[in-house]
């Protein structure tokens, strides 16, 4: 991306270990004042930092192993359209292909109506009029006008410069903690100061992650003793970043099971909080494109309590059912942001509907 405020990265997680519940499975505490804030530190900038690979190399390297992975759906799709007029069975087959995709029943039907209604109206006779035909069905699906703009610039407020502030959430494993670090990454590289808050209080090897990512990209992070309140973590590390003028601050959350409710609970608290001390700019819910449907729950549950913003699709290149990017935009009116195809650093993207519909029929 050019600017910062263009969809930055997605990540492919690297997963995370299932955090333990006995600590905050039913209940949540009582939401802390700046005074409860506990005692934190803040580890330096390292003088040497790593630079992101060029945008231009990591789009195409991006792009070829999507393609790889995930071309089946498109070529199954093409040799049932090329093939001349279709008949109610081949429809069906239509269907069930889109179905097994995981772009669910209400966007299938969306789909194959307009492409039956278009395939006769434009009649289309060749292999390369339908590869045309739906590429521009399953464009126009994914909404290519939503704003995917990732919101970390900073803003002022009463005439004093008020950092951006970015929430991450999500379940346990999706890749909430290296998201951060790579967002952060990318911030850096385009000469903002990032600070990171470890808001993820009760798996200490989440905190010394982000602390490692935070001494490979140079940015600050602010993290708590384990076990204290993630909320006043988060608190915190908006504060210092507001004193000390830092460009964003990226918050990273507790993994938590949206069937958890004193844990989600939590999670709504931690939004609060930090709304007591600077505007929340954007809430990113990070996604593992392999659960499918679970996926859908669970943006829809996360959606309910911290007003999610934007989709990160992590794990895309490891599964043919990249359906979940149609529905989770159809039925929350959420834009997918950022997308994961690797393991590397820079297996990072932003989410291009154009360059995703052309990797499935490449």
């Known amino acids: 991306p050019e600017t910062p405020t263009e969809p930055i990265t997605a990540e492919s997680a690297t997963a995370e270990p299932v955090a333990p519940e006995s600590t905050t499975a039913d209940t949540a505490p009582a939401e802390p004042t700046p005074a409860e804030a506990p005692s934190v530190e803040r580890v330096a900038e390292a003088p040497e930092i790593e630079e992101p690979a060029p945008v231009g190399g990591r789009m195409e390297r991006l792009r070829g192993r999507l393609s790889k992975s995930r071309s089946a759906l498109g070529q199954s799709l093409l040799g049932l359209l090329g093939a001349g007029d279709l008949d109610e069975d081949s429809w069906e087959d239509v269907e069930d292909t889109l179905l097994v995709a995981d772009l669910g029943a209400a966007t299938t039907t969306e789909i194959v109506e307009r492409l039956r209604t278009e395939l006769s109206a434009r009649g289309v006779r060749?292999?390369?009029?339908?590869?045309?035909?739906?590429?521009?069905?399953?464009?126009?699906?994914?909404?290519?006008?939503?704003?995917?703009?990732?919101?970390?610039?900073?803003?002022?407020?009463?005439?004093?410069?008020?950092?951006?502030?970015?929430?991450?959430?999500?379940?346990?494993?999706?890749?909430?903690?290296?998201?951060?670090?790579?967002?952060?990454?990318?911030?850096?590289?385009?000469?903002?100061?990032?600070?990171?808050?470890?808001?993820?209080?009760?798996?200490?090897?989440?905190?010394?992650?982000?602390?490692?990512?935070?001494?490979?990209?140079?940015?600050?992070?602010?993290?708590?003793?384990?076990?204290?309140?993630?909320?006043?973590?988060?608190?915190?590390?908006?504060?210092?970043?507001?004193?000390?003028?830092?460009?964003?601050?990226?918050?990273?959350?507790?993994?938590?099971?949206?069937?958890?409710?004193?844990?989600?609970?939590?999670?709504?608290?931690?939004?609060?909080?930090?709304?007591?001390?600077?505007?929340?700019?954007?809430?990113?819910?990070?996604?593992?494109?392999?659960?499918?449907?679970?996926?859908?729950?669970?943006a829809r549950v996360f959606s309910e309590v911290v007003d999610v913003t934007g989709i990160v699709l992590t794990k895309l290149d490891g599964t043919a059912k990249g359906g979940i990017v149609f529905q989770v935009q159809r039925e929350l009116g959420v834009p997918v942001k950022l997308v994961g195809l690797g393991e590397g650093p820079d297996d990072l993207a932003p989410f291009e509907p154009g360059a995703f519909v052309d990797a499935l029929l490449s």
């Open 126 to 298: 060749t292999a390369e009029q339908a590869r045309a035909l739906l590429r521009e069905v399953l464009v126009d699906a994914l909404d290519p006008a939503a704003d995917r703009a990732v919101r970390a610039l900073p803003h002022t407020v009463d005439g004093a410069k008020q950092p951006a502030v970015v929430l991450i959430a999500g379940v346990n494993g999706t890749g909430k903690t290296t998201t951060t670090g790579k967002l952060a990454r990318v911030l850096v590289a385009q000469d903002h100061r990032v600070e990171l808050g470890a808001a993820d209080t009760f798996r200490a090897a989440a905190a010394d992650q982000l602390q490692t990512w935070s001494e490979r990209v140079g940015a600050g992070v602010v993290r708590g003793k384990e076990g204290a309140d993630p909320a006043s973590v988060a608190f915190d590390a908006v504060k210092r970043g507001a004193d000390t003028g830092v460009d964003a601050v990226l918050i990273d959350t507790a993994g938590r099971l949206h069937t958890k409710t004193g844990l989600m609970d939590e999670l709504g608290k931690v939004k609060r909080v930090v709304e007591k001390q600077a505007k929340v700019d954007e809430v990113l819910l990070v996604l593992d494109a392999t659960t499918g449907q679970n996926g859908l729950a669970q």
